[in-house]
């Protein structure tokens, strides 16, 4: 990300799990599917704090992004802020069907949303 920017890096992962695309299946999430990306969710935890530093909760977001969309899962990107002081704060994480896959959402609970981002995420 660092040599090719955000918008770029993520485009590059909506393409790289462009195949798995048509198999996204937009249902109320089962207790398996939520269950599976919250395994993923802990295993990319797991393998972050293996690795020399620690990431940011963007770097995190996503890696997980496209580990769930190279896995069918259904997933949106989200983006939130909120002021802090006298600058403002932003915090990004995964959600499955509206739930959480960030340890920490407690803590964030209090950033507006920024943007949400899906298979059809265009930039400019």
Aim: a positive charge; aromatic letters at 10%.
């Amino acid at each position: 990300m660092a040599l090719a920017g955000f918008r770029q890096t993520f485009s590059w992962l909506q393409f790289a799990t462009a195949a798995n695309r048509r198999s996204l299946i937009r249902v109320r999430h089962t207790t398996s599917m939520l269950l599976s990306a919250q395994g993923c969710s802990y295993l990319a935890d797991v393998a972050f704090k293996q690795g020399p530093f620690k990431p940011s909760c963007l770097l995190r977001s996503m890696a997980l992004y496209g580990l769930l969309r190279s896995k069918a899962i259904d997933c949106q990107f989200r983006v939130g802020v909120r002021p802090a002081g006298s600058t403002i704060a932003a915090h990004a994480w995964i959600e499955v069907e509206g739930v959480s896959l960030d340890a920490s959402s407690q803590e964030y609970s209090a950033f507006s949303q920024l943007s949400s981002a899906t298979s059809g995420i265009k930039f400019e």
